[in-house]
């Protein structure tokens, strides 16, 4: 197979579903060798059986938990001698207002987004830093780093700080030779996106998209993939936003020419 990914070794976390489950299916049509990490055992081994055992092993674990990240790390040495790439997707956005929101839950999601990050990197690292170089790759959101919204002090908080983890490690890391970045995906459409959401509101969602749709997972798979191959070698300690221009707009009206003057 002649991959843009050929046989580099990539580890990628949150890869069940949705956006994982695209970079995974991305990466081994290019050639990659897939270390797949969830929670959610049953869908991770579907996708094993999809993209084939001799190319792809699952394990059952969770990002925030510092054990389960340094087996993960242990399985791909184990299994496939090294690790190349590690995306760290893992994440959940439930919504809370401010004045509702309780300890736990606030915790809960920095746990998961923030620490898990921070945890999923520090487990990847001495097998990157032995091997003289590698790459990095987070999934932030456009939430937080750019906007808001009511109910998403957390999960905004989470992302923010997931790009501060970006910039900082970056810089610890460029003389091992790897690179540290992140993607800011917009509204892409996904189980977790759609859940508990009405119609009506992705409709709007999708209202407030210049280029006029939703995302696809594919789409961040695309970038994920551009930051984890060679033509990304002198990029570090960024973010590529990928949302169809849904930040860009200063006036609702940007839809409609006639109001533009
Ligand atoms: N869908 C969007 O519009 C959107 C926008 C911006 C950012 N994101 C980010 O993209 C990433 C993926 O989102 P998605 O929409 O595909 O969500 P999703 O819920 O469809 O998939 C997330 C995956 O992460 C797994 N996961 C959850 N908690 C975990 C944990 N503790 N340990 C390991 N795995 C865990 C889930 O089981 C699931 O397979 C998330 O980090 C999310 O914040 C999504």
Redesign the pocket.
């Known amino acids: 197979m002649n991959g843009r990914l050929n046989n580099r070794v990539a580890v990628i976390?949150?890869?069940?579903?949705?956006?994982?489950?695209a970079i995974a299916r991305r990466f081994a049509e290019q050639g990659a060798l897939l270390v797949l990490?969830?929670?959610?055992g049953e869908?991770g081994a579907r996708l094993v059986t999809e993209l084939g055992a001799e190319r792809a092993v699952f394990l059952q674990?969770?990002?925030?938990v510092e054990a389960d990240m340094q087996a993960l790390a242990a399985l791909a040495k184990s299994r496939f001698g090294r690790i190349d790439v590690l995306v760290q997707?893992?994440?959940?956005?439930p919504s809370y207002l401010l004045e509702d929101m309780t300890l736990a839950q606030w915790q809960h999601v920095l746990a998961?987004?923030l620490t898990?990050t921070f945890l999923a990197a520090r487990a990847c690292l001495p097998a990157m830093r032995e091997q003289g170089g590698g790459r990095m790759v987070f999934?932030?959101?456009?939430?937080g780093p750019r906007v808001a919204n009511p109910g998403v002090a957390a999960?905004a908080s989470s992302?923010a700080g997931i790009n501060g983890l970006i910039r900082s490690a970056a810089l610890e890391f460029a003389r091992f030779g790897i690179t540290v970045n992140g993607i800011?995906?917009?509204?892409?459409?996904?189980?977790?996106?759609s859940?508990g959401r009405s119609p009506a509101f992705i409709d709007n969602m999708e209202k407030s998209i210049p280029l006029g749709r939703l995302?696809l997972?594919e789409d961040?798979a695309n970038a994920a993939l551009f930051l984890a191959c060679d033509e990304a070698s002198y990029i570090t300690g960024t973010t590529l936003v990928v949302d169809g221009g849904q930040i860009l707009p200063e006036s609702k009206d940007f839809a409609d020419p006639a109001a533009w003057q």
């Open positions: 976390i949150g890869a069940a579903k949705g956006i994982g489950a990490s969830d929670v959610d869908s674990s969770d990002v925030a997707n893992a994440g959940i956005y998961v987004n898990g999934t932030s959101s456009i939430t999960y992302k800011e995906p917009g509204n892409i459409l996904t189980e977790g996106l859940a995302g997972p961040v």
